[in-house]
């Protein structure tokens, strides 16, 4: 159990720690910025506290949140005290704190409590700590929502719960059903949200390489987008993107037609990719080229073009102009991800340099862009790595078995199969694979 200091009051504890630390009231009043008198009916009980002074009065006595929070229990506290210390508690990752404010919180829902419960939503969902903290605080509101039978309001928890659990990458499947878990609630969402989440989803399914559930979802969003917000375009720019990856040209290029007419600051550059990347379809290689190095001196996200610039100089064997390309890294290589997007194109970025610094004879760092491109999906351990170099150097010994036309009943080449077999299987135990590009 968490052990607190037993005093009646509030004002008894905050009294007791300014003894401690041999402070009069006013030496106490000056250093917490407040008057004297102030403290003298803080101590007595004889004022409401706000939060202001609150964390004045922490700041100079250092009393643990969690003594607070037990006081506060017999005082008459208002909504938005109990709100401001779940927002100044949340960064201590205290889930147990946490917890018990947000129980506090709901104790005071009245009637009237839809504002209280979407304030708490927001609260927690747009709090960047914990994954597995923020869910468990908005499960906690949502079965209070559910025992209140507060549909719509289940279902805006249900939708800010989503868009949390989301936020792990290295789930990308499961959090996947989450979002359906969503569908039978979505019609009691604002159509602001209903915008939003058709396209989240959108996005989620594409990165899952869904093409046609992407397509389904983004469709909705714009159906829903009465407003004809930004979210139009993206769903409309995501519709062309998968089309282009089923092979669709036709449907691509009448998207693509329906975006370009857009007046977004994003329109431009994605038009001219997805134009240079259907060139690139049609075989029209020189041309793609020529209009993917234009894109990449204008465009602002540069990753997918460097990746599609990648692959081509790759079958045409083009090393001087991968040279060229891997030489500017520093233009294009950020390490703060901040999307499954961004994210996805990094990791491929490390499987195409991969794919050159091998055909290279540069092994030992082939394997280090391809385990950096894991990586990027899960937290691995000193053991994966280990695992995952094993498995990279009997793969690419088997590469090599095959360019130089060795036989695969060789004795060599079967001991290397079954090697990479046992590793692969060892791999998926663990799960590695099951987000990453390498299952691909």
Avoid at 348 to 375: M, P, T
Wanted: some cysteine.
């Amino acid at each position: 159990m968490r052990s607190v200091m037993v005093h009646e009051k509030l004002g008894e504890l905050i009294q007791c720690y300014r003894n401690r630390k041999n402070m009069t009231q006013q030496d106490f009043a000056k250093e917490a910025g407040i008057d004297h008198e102030s403290v003298i009916a803080i101590e007595k009980g004889e004022i409401p506290l706000e939060y202001a002074v609150l964390k004045s009065l922490l700041a100079v006595l250092h009393i643990p949140m969690a003594e607070i929070v037990a006081h506060l229990v017999t005082e008459e506290v208002s909504t938005e005290l109990w709100l401001s210390l779940l927002e100044a508690s949340l960064p201590s990752q205290d889930r147990r704190l946490c917890e018990d404010i947000v129980v506090h919180v709901l104790a005071r829902c009245n009637e009237d409590c839809e504002d209280l419960l979407l304030r708490l939503y927001q609260m927690i969902q747009k709090w960047t700590g914990s994954i597995e903290m923020r869910l468990e605080l908005l499960d906690n509101v949502i079965s209070y929502a559910r025992s209140r039978d507060l549909q719509s309001l289940v279902a805006k928890g249900l939708f800010y719960r989503y868009l949390v659990e989301r936020d792990d990458f290295s789930k990308m499947e499961e959090t996947f059903k989450s979002g359906q878990d969503v569908l039978p609630y979505v019609k009691l969402l604002p159509r602001d949200d209903r915008v939003i989440f058709y396209y989240k989803l959108g996005v989620h399914a594409y990165n899952l390489r869904w093409f046609k559930d992407a397509i389904t979802y983004c469709t909705k969003s714009i159906i829903e987008d009465k407003d004809r917000s930004v979210y139009r375009g993206y769903s409309t720019l995501l519709i062309c993107s998968s089309y282009y990856q089923l092979d669709q040209c036709e449907e691509c290029e009448k998207y693509l037609k329906i975006f370009s007419k857009m007046e977004h600051p994003f329109v431009k550059e994605n038009v001219d990719f997805m134009i240079a990347k259907l060139h690139e379809r049609k075989g029209n290689t020189e041309i793609a080229i020529s209009l993917l190095l234009q894109c990449l001196n204008t465009c602002s996200y540069k990753m997918n073009i460097v990746n599609s610039l990648l692959e081509v100089y790759y079958f045409r064997n083009d090393s001087s102009s991968a040279i060229q390309l891997l030489q500017r890294e520093h233009e294009y290589l950020n390490l703060k991800y901040t999307n499954p997007i961004s994210i996805k194109g990094h990791a491929y970025y490390f499987i195409n340099k991969g794919k050159w610094l091998h055909r290279w004879g540069k092994n030992s760092e082939a394997i280090d862009c391809y385990i950096q491109s894991v990586s990027m999906f899960v937290e691995l351990t000193e053991a994966d790595e280990v695992l995952l170099r094993k498995m990279e150097r009997t793969r690419l010994k088997m590469m090599n078995a095959a360019k130089t036309g060795r036989n695969l009943t060789d004795v060599s080449v079967v001991q290397l199969s079954q090697e990479l077999d046992t590793y692969i299987v060892e791999i998926q135990k663990k799960g590695i694979f099951k987000n990453s590009l390498l299952r691909d």
